[in-house]
């Protein structure tokens, strides 16, 4: 099986390249990615812990999924397409805005990523993938902000950004 690609983007997200996931992980080097927000009629976000098998920040919590977009897809065709994989469903997505992070991990590897932040509505429970998803849990905004506050080791360092910098493009009502 082929190694998947991430798409090399400059710091105005326009494409510039190809690459292998691990490559690109190991170098730094910046690439496109998404993250997932959905929530539930209660303004509940669904959590996912992250399966104990991931290559990185395994059983940390974060938001419903994440992952990178394929050459030739659009962020909300890659959002609709990990959602499915990860959680079991889709629903509509709406792209709110994006930011560049970069985060090392101890294994020697580092995000570098241009995220772009969807959110979403939905509210059944998921069919979690159990290779990608240890879990998962509903959660009212403000308690997700209390939890990170008071265990910020238990969350992926993407998400702890989202919520420090972007909360007001998450917390939005239906």
């Not at 209660?42 to 395994?58: G, I, M, V, W």
């Not at 974060?62 to 909300?76: A, L, V």
């Not at 009212?140 to 910098?165: A, C, H, Q």
Request: aromatic share 12%; net charge negative.
């Amino acid at each position: 099986m082929n190694e998947e690609q991430v798409i090399l983007v400059n710091e105005n997200d326009e494409q510039i390249g190809l690459m292998p996931k691990m490559e690109a992980h190991e170098k730094a080097v910046l690439h496109r990615a998404f993250s997932v927000f959905i929530f539930n009629d209660k303004n509940e976000l669904l959590l996912q812990q992250r399966a104990a098998e991931k290559y990185h920040s395994p059983l940390l919590w974060t938001n419903t999924c994440c992952s990178h977009q394929r050459n030739g897809e659009t962020n909300i065709e890659a959002g609709k397409r990990r959602l499915f994989e990860e959680m079991g469903f889709m629903c509509e997505l709406n792209e709110m805005t994006w930011f560049i992070y970069k985060a090392p991990f101890e294994n020697g590897l580092t995000e570098h990523e241009l995220d772009h932040i969807m959110v979403g509505y939905f509210n059944e429970n998921p069919i979690i993938n159990r290779e990608e998803v240890e879990s998962y849990k509903w959660m009212p905004l403000d308690d997700v902000n209390v939890d990170i506050e008071n265990k910020p080791e238990i969350y992926t360092e993407w998400f702890k950004i989202i919520f420090e910098k972007y909360y007001s493009f998450i917390n939005i009502k239906k």
